[in-house]
Nanobody, 122 residues
Framework: QVQLVESGGGLVQDGGSLRLSCAAS????????MGWFRQAPGKERDFVTA????????SYADSVKGRFTISRDGAKNTVYLEMNSLKAEDTAAYYC???????????????WGQGTQVTVSS
């Protein structure tokens, strides 16, 4: 079992920045690829970004490339999502997830956090 707890969400103005954190506990953090997904009301859960277990491979949705950065800190068992140049369309609940490999669909991830809300005001 892996427990994931997200934090760092909030209300930010258009063009602003936020950093989300996802703290992992339980089984070995370094064994898992980590992903971030987001879900707006009435919409499906969409892939945002993911990072491999080693940290050497990352993947980003086209909509966030150049604005968002994923990173991980093995010493802290934490994965981060740095979000810059935020737009109203980035408004959603953001979820972190753990799985065996980097994939861009939610079914590939076994463990999920409870989510943290990001609201971008225009």
């Amino acid at each position: 079992q892996v427990q994931l707890v997200e934090s760092g969400g909030g209300l930010v103005q258009d063009g602003g920045s936020l950093r989300l954190s996802c703290a992992a506990s339980g089984r070995t953090f370094s064994d898992y690829a980590m992903g971030w997904f987001r879900q707006a009301p009435g919409k499906e859960r969409d892939f945002v970004t993911a990072i491999s277990a080693s940290g050497g491979v990352t993947s980003y949705a086209d909509s966030v490339k150049g604005r968002f950065t994923i990173s991980r800190d093995g010493a802290k068992n934490t994965v981060y999502l740095e979000m810059n140049s935020l737009k109203a369309e980035d408004t959603a609940a953001y979820y972190c997830a753990a799985g065996p490999v980097v994939r861009d669909y939610p079914e590939a991830y076994r463990y999920w956090g409870q989510g943290t809300q990001v609201t971008v005001s225009s």
